[in-house]
């Protein structure tokens, strides 16, 4: 009798996790504290500049639509170089995923090999696209170079950790047909990561038409040459058309990659 | 002639687990088998069956000793605890079914049964699936033989338990092996499949001379198709004979506590708790093979 009632008691909430909990806040706020300084938060300096923010938005309205078919022409090179770039950097990521993936190859391997996949992703785009503008020039190749460097750090980094979660049990039953390393890997691993695969490559290449979007604007080709001229000379009603024009592009390919990835998973 | 499989002096300590003591799986063994023979081991879980089983294709090493050896067909596969070089060559004879089965699940049947040839085409042949007609008619020819060719197109994912088993068995027939190892074949196996399965490797055995050497829990299964019957016990061989030569005291001596999961009974009422046990403990087993061998 005293058991159960004993058993209706809401457990006590204890000391420790109380503590806890409240020291996590602390924290959360300590560090948002902190970045305020460093960040030069003004908020009361926005709300005084809305006045001329109006006047300004005016400025990009209505959408200028006159060079819509530079635009448009634009637009679809920025896919092309979204195109190259990821096809280059599945081709790679390929075997560099392998090497990158600890049930495949010694440590000795996968160590260095992660190591600069982590380099290649670690720099962004578009500071790739800065140093590529310099070798092979102004246009849309640096472009596609910067995208497929930047791609194939993660997607090797991606590929791998697919290998590394896949059924240790039909490799193994691979290799006790006598089959090589490679036919391991083809006939053991392939098959059971080529889905997983095929959906990373598809979002890489939905993040690398955003990206195309903004490599142009150092000069990597594409839209985003087109949107940092109107911005410099001050077009404002061009800006927009132009953006409207990278939201719809990019809208669409996420929506599309999106439903084919769904296909492979 | 060489015996088909040859053991001798075979000692494996795996490595500690945090906390606990290196577990030592074999000790000293030594086993041959003849040509043509089909050989039961039997003995209670940890007792080293799948581990011996596994030295045998050289899917893990022995401890680093000068006196261990293992052959098959008269042909080294490991020795000192080092496999010896073309031992993929080696292994493309020897055929190894496993109690998950491990085939690929997102191939056909016909895809996995043909991988059986990976051993002995061409790399580039092979890497490339550039099977030839013939070898594409054996594969055909292994999967009637075990009674599933009608399947042939099929994912193998699709299948059943039992129709897997019998795909992994048509993959040995296509290697062309001499010698077939079959650990725990019809442990995840309802009893109509695990009595075809046994049928078929009992089969293979007698028309086509190949030696199998079959781990089994169940120790009807062992005496019923096998006319020798090793025993294990922590790693040593403790009983090698005839299955009339297994008295009751011997397998109580075998499996100590656990006989009651390895010998069927005659009342369905007994027989229904060790198997439901048996079924409970495997998804455990396998997570944990997957995550020693990553």
Not at chain 2, 163 to 172: D, K
Request: proline letters at 5%.
């Amino acid at each position: 009798m005293t058991a159960a009632q004993a058993s209706l008691e809401p457990p006590r909430r204890d000391l420790r996790t109380s503590v806890v909990k409240l020291l996590s806040w602390a924290a959360i706020f300590g560090v948002l504290a902190w970045a305020w300084e460093g960040a030069e938060m003004r908020p009361l300096e926005f709300l005084r500049g809305s006045g001329n923010m109006l006047t300004f938005a005016k400025d990009f309205f209505p959408p200028d639509f006159h060079d819509w078919r530079l635009y448009l022409q634009e637009m679809v090179i920025t896919v092309q170089i979204a195109i190259w770039g990821t096809a280059l950097a599945v081709v790679l990521a390929i075997p560099l995923g392998i090497l990158s993936s600890s049930n495949v190859v010694p440590w000795w391997v996968y160590q260095p090999v992660r190591r600069v996949m982590d380099a290649l992703r670690s720099i962004n785009e578009m500071v790739w696209a800065l140093l590529f503008v310099t070798t092979v020039g102004l246009g849309p190749f640096t472009g596609v170079l910067a995208l497929f460097v930047h791609t194939t750090g993660i997607l090797a980094k991606l590929f791998s950790e697919a290998i590394e979660a896949c059924d240790p049990g039909p490799v193994e039953g691979i290799r006790s047909t006598g089959a090589s390393a490679l036919g391991e890997i083809v006939y053991g691993i392939l098959p059971q990561v080529l889905p997983l695969w095929i959906s990373f490559a598809l979002y890489r290449f939905e993040s690398n038409i955003r990206a195309a979007t903004v490599v142009g604007i150092v000069g990597a080709g594409g839209i985003g040459v087109v949107l940092w001229e109107v911005i410099r000379s001050f077009h404002y009603a061009q800006t927009t058309a132009a953006m409207i024009f990278i939201i719809l592009t990019v809208t669409a390919f996420d929506v599309a990659s999106a439903q084919l990835r769904k296909a492979f998973i | 002639m060489p015996p088909a499989i040859q053991i001798a002096h075979l000692d494996k300590t795996f490595a500690p687990q945090r906390g606990k003591q290196p577990r030592k799986a074999l000790n000293d063994l030594s086993l041959n088998v003849a040509p043509g023979e089909m050989v039961a081991l039997i003995g209670p879980s940890g007792s080293g069956k799948s581990t011996l089983l596994r030295h045998v294709s050289g899917l893990v090493t022995g401890d680093r000793c000068q006196r261990a050896w293992v052959s098959v067909g008269g042909q080294p596969i490991q020795q000192g605890g080092r496999l010896v070089r073309g031992v993929r060559e080696r292994r493309s004879r020897i055929g190894f079914v496993f109690q998950q089965f491990n085939l690929v699940g997102r191939l056909s049947v016909l895809g996995n049964v043909l991988a059986g040839r990976l051993g002995q085409a061409s790399t580039w042949r092979g890497l490339l699936s550039l099977w030839t007609d013939q070898e594409k008619r054996a594969a055909m020819v292994a999967l009637a033989r075990v009674g599933i060719s009608e399947i042939a197109g099929q994912r193998a994912s699709t299948l059943s338990g039992g129709q897997q088993q019998r795909a992994a068995i048509a993959r040995t027939l296509v290697q062309g092996a001499q010698v077939i190892l079959a650990d725990e074949p019809i442990a995840s196996l309802d009893p109509e499949s695990a009595r075809r399965v046994m049928e078929i490797l009992a089969q293979i055995n007698r028309e086509d001379g190949v030696t199998v050497l079959v781990t089994l829990h169940q120790v009807d299964y062992a005496t019923r198709y096998c006319r020798r019957v090793v025993a294990l016990r922590e790693g040593a061989i403790v009983f090698d004979g005839t299955p009339e030569e297994l008295t009751p005291a011997l397998l109580r001596d075998i499996y100590g506590a656990e006989l009651d999961f390895a010998l069927p009974t005659s009342t369905p009422v007994r027989e229904a708790p060790p198997r439901a046990a048996e079924r409970s403990r495997q998804p455990a087993e396998a997570f944990r093979l997957g995550t020693v061998n990553v």
